[in-house]
């Protein structure tokens, strides 16, 4: 390792960075225009060092549009020292306002980011907790992410997935509040409720980030009270995700918790909706908000409003890992986003997540992200896998 030859500390080049799309087995989103298999929504980042170190992330966003983003942020990334995430990400954030801030660019700097902690983590050769802060826990609970569907198949998911272990279920987007019928919604939830396995914690989310969403603040008021009266543990996405007024009054009248942010991008974004009360729960999501830097900077500000995070992670293998480390680093964090059925978070490592007899995830405990991708997994999704992994020797 050089060092920078100012105050003789540790530098590590950034040399490039690589983004392979994945693609190929795309799960459904419950959009009302569905993702296709074939659609890349998700997209790996590897930043390759001058000292042979890679480290990984995940951007939520369409691979031809992040390897844009990544082309146009070269400039601000090369030859930068890979052990600095929170200060190459920032100027990565202060240089692109005038491009797209808070879009894709904001996603893709969030997979540079993830990465860049990854490598300062295998180089210090300690696991993101420790270097984010503290390791509050040694577990946390995945909740089991599903799209809503009609009542009798939905029962038929909870019981297989609570039969595989997990104990907390949050069902979404799907018929909920899109075909005008409320007794077909209260149905679905009843039906999920019934399969709950005991103690069973069960989450509702309307998606209204949906294109065209059809519903506003009455149905949201109608619909929370509904929700209540099942034990529902939080309402998430009941409004447009600008509707930040309605929110504030949703909120002081709904009886369950009330979130959202899954895709709000960039910390300033979070703010008005933290001063003003908007959220019971704040679900920033870490491959799109710009980071590890970034959600952690709004769970602490969330924290310090009296409003719970929980990260939105509708993701892969590298974003979970990223979101165990930021749940340990946190004080108040019980839970993370586990979407299943989807084979980028299953199938990208050689060893997959696996849940324990309580239905807890362990955190790692390796350096890094604490997971290791496996090229010949990652290969089946995307052609650019081998080019994620190869680097050349320290100089
Ligand atoms: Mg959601």
Known sequence: MKSDGSGGLPFVGIERVVAAPLFGESPPGGWSSEIRPNDSIHTLIAVHTDAGIVGFGSVFAEGELVRAAVRHLERFYLGENALEPQRVSEKLHQNSFWFGRGGTLTHTISGIDIALWDVLGKVTGLPLCLLLGGRHREKVMPYCSLLMDEP?????????YRDKGFKAFKIGWGPFGRVDDPK??????????????????????????????????????????????????????????????????????????????????????????????????????????????????????????????????????????????????????????????S????????????????????????????????PRQIERFSPEAAALFLTEAAS
């Open 184 to 341: 077909l919604d209260e149905a679905i939830v009843a039906a999920a409720a019934g399969q709950l396995p005991t103690g069973g914690r069960l989450f509702v989310d309307a998606g209204a980030s949906d294109a065209y969403w059809p519903n506003g603040l009455k149905w949201a008021m109608r619909t929370a009270d509904m929700l209540a009266d099942h034990d529902v543990g939080w309402f998430e996405e009941p409004l447009i995700p600008d509707a930040l007024e309605d929110f504030v009054t949703l909120r002081k009248s709904a009886r369950i918790p009330i979130s959202g942010g899954e895709v709000m991008t960039r910390r300033q974004s979070f703010l008005p909706f933290l001063v003003q009360g908007a959220f019971d729960i704040v679900q920033p999501d870490v491959t799109k908000v710009g980071g590890i830097s970034e959600q952690m900077r709004i769970a602490r500000a969330a924290q310090d409003f009296g409003v719970r995070y929980v990260g939105h992670g509708w993701n892969t293998a590298l974003g979970l890992a990223a979101d165990l480390q930021i749940a340990a680093a946190l004080p108040n964090v019980d839970l993370v986003e586990y979407i299943v059925g």
């Open 343 to 374: 084979a980028y978070l299953d199938e990208l490592t050689a060893e997959p997540y696996t849940l324990d007899a309580d239905g807890m995830l362990d955190i790692p405990t390796a350096p890094g992200l604490g997971i290791t991708p496996d």
């Open 152 to 160: 009798v198949k939905m029962a038929e998911e909870i019981a297989y």
